[in-house]
């Protein structure tokens, strides 16, 4: 006699499954309320990671899971864990980003798709929707890679790009090593980073660029990320008396950092009109007023979605700081300390996010990310997208960072959507009726 499949016993049809609707209210009172948390006089957000303000706003929302009957879960980069059982207990769906911020970040950037996450969560919970598959709401360690380079340093972890031992060994530009900070702040947990199978993931994210807004769409439906990578340059001359020693004789390691940065402006310029190059951290040593600057270090950040201009723009900027530093008589050393190459998304993830933003009546466009984000990790290891909403002038990374509710809201209902999808036809493929 054939066994019955399993009986799918969730309260809800298709129709009821799309009738659930997150509370817009309640989201945004969590996304001010966490935002209070580092909060800056200009209305950001500086919440460095594995600071002791990353510790207040991780227990706040270990509190806030654990009220919803969730198990929370850390690993040992740090990585948080909100499970929400479901009718199998197979591998969870799970959705998520980051509470980590940028010095002058905004209220929304990481914080949108965790809270977003949370929300959706808390709407199944009041539903008594069961889900065919876990939950999980994620809190990635480290993600703005501002304190510790690189970026998306745990889910880097987590789908196996990086050892975990170099990535606890890695320093803030104080010389306090991952490691020791994760400890400092209590969340070094026992499970092993990447031993946490996932069904799949979903992130909501601020697109963090002009696209969504220019065209008038709600909602980005993100099929890839582009490719990043991060070197670290140090330009070494003579530190000598500004006021005694004659311009033929100097060295200045600021001159030639100076003329690096324009370089490596041009270099994106050149390969426009997707590329682009940044040098956003400067140290000039000894940085005194009367003293010719011996040495200077910088990050360059350079990003393209195709890997094979990246390697052009990676010859051209080697090219850049031999012509540069030759002429003043200046040594240099650099290294690549990350390369994030393209990413394409999980189709049938894609297409779950395309489905819920078209049935819940949100004008929508596909786009490729321009910023990194875990999800571009997680999909080497899980079937894994993401879910963009518009930003007020294309404006991140900016205490000025602005997302209206109602679109805080859109995204956050596409999310919810996607992942039920998802679970529904999770739940279709392996016969339970
Ligand atoms: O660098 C990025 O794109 C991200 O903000 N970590
Ligand atoms: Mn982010
Ligand atoms: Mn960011």
Same mark, same amino acid.
């Given at each position: ?59 706040? $929302? ?48 990481? !914080? ?45 972890? $987590?789908?196996?790009? $990086? ?29 092993? !980073? ?71 402006? @041009? ?81 049938? !993830? ?38 963009? @909403? ?17 679109? !805080? ?25």
């Amino acid at each position: 006699m054939r066994a019955r499949a399993p009986c799918y016993r969730s309260a809800a049809t298709e129709t009821g499954m799309r009738n659930l609707t997150i509370d817009a209210e309640r989201l945004w009172d969590t996304l001010m309320e966490t935002a209070a948390i580092g909060g800056t006089p200009k209305g950001g957000i500086c919440r460095l990671t594995l600071t002791e303000l990353d510790r207040q706003v991780r227990d706040w $929302f270990k509190a806030r899971a654990e009220a919803l009957g969730c198990t929370v879960t850390v690993d040992d980069m740090g990585a948080m864990f909100a499970r929400r059982p479901g009718q199998r207990d197979i591998p969870p769906i799970a959705m998520g980003s980051h509470l980590d911020t940028q010095p002058t970040g905004g209220k929304f950037d990481g !914080c949108l798709g965790v809270l977003g996450a949370l929300e959706a969560l808390r709407t199944l919970v009041e539903a008594g929707y069961e889900t065919y598959a876990p939950i999980e709401v994620v809190n990635w360690t480290n993600e703005e890679g501002s304190r510790f380079a690189p970026a998306m340093i745990s889910s880097g972890v $987590f789908a196996g790009a $990086f050892a975990r031992d170099w990535a606890a060994a890695q320093k803030d530009r104080a010389g306090v090593s991952f490691g020791e900070a994760l400890e400092a702040i209590g969340y070094r947990g026992a499970q092993r !980073c990447g031993d946490h199978p996932l069904t799949a993931f979903f992130e909501l994210h601020i697109e963090q660029g002009p696209i969504l807004e220019a065209e008038g769409k709600e909602i980005g439906v993100v099929t890839g990320v582009q490719g990043m990578r991060w070197y670290e340059v140090t330009i070494t001359g003579q530190e000598a008396h500004t006021g005694a020693t004659p311009m033929r004789l100097r060295r200045n390691a600021l001159v030639g950092a100076a003329r690096l940065i324009e370089r490596i402006d @041009a270099i994106a310029h050149a390969h426009a009109p997707h590329a682009v190059g940044t040098v956003g951290l400067v140290e000039v040593k000894p940085n005194s007023r009367n003293v010719v600057p011996g040495e200077v270090f910088l990050a360059v950040d350079l990003r393209h979605p195709e890997a094979a201009v990246l390697d052009a723009m990676e010859a051209a900027l080697t090219r850049a700081i031999g012509e540069v530093c030759a002429p003043l008589g200046l040594e240099s050393s650099s290294a690549k300390i990350w390369d994030n190459p393209p990413v394409v998304f999980d189709p049938d !993830c894609v297409a779950a996010v395309r489905r819920a933003a078209e049935q819940s009546g949100f004008s929508h466009r596909d786009m490729v990310s321009g910023a990194g984000h875990d999800a571009a990790y997680l999909a080497r290891v899980v079937p894994a997208t993401m879910i963009f @909403a518009p930003c007020r002038g294309g404006i991140s990374h900016n205490e000025a960072e602005f997302t209206s509710k109602e679109q !805080c809201a859109a995204g956050a209902q596409v999310l919810l959507q996607a992942v039920l999808d998802y679970d529904r036809r999770l739940a279709e493929r392996q016969g339970a009726s």
